[in-house]
């Protein structure tokens, strides 16, 4: 059961993982744009 389950979170873990660091990326630019524009 254990190895099932970790074998199904580390794809999702994968797939998430990008994403969270594309919206951080995101996040950053817009306040360093908002901090340019000051």
Known sequence: ???DK????LP???MINPFC????L???ST???A???K
């Open 31 to 33: 306040l360093l744009l």
């Open 21 to 24: 660091v594309f919206l951080l």
């Open 1 to 3: 059961k254990l190895s």
């Open 12 to 14: 999702m873990f994968m």
């Open 26 to 28: 995101c996040q950053s």
């Open 6 to 9: 970790q074998h199904l979170m």
């Open 35 to 37: 901090a340019a524009q």
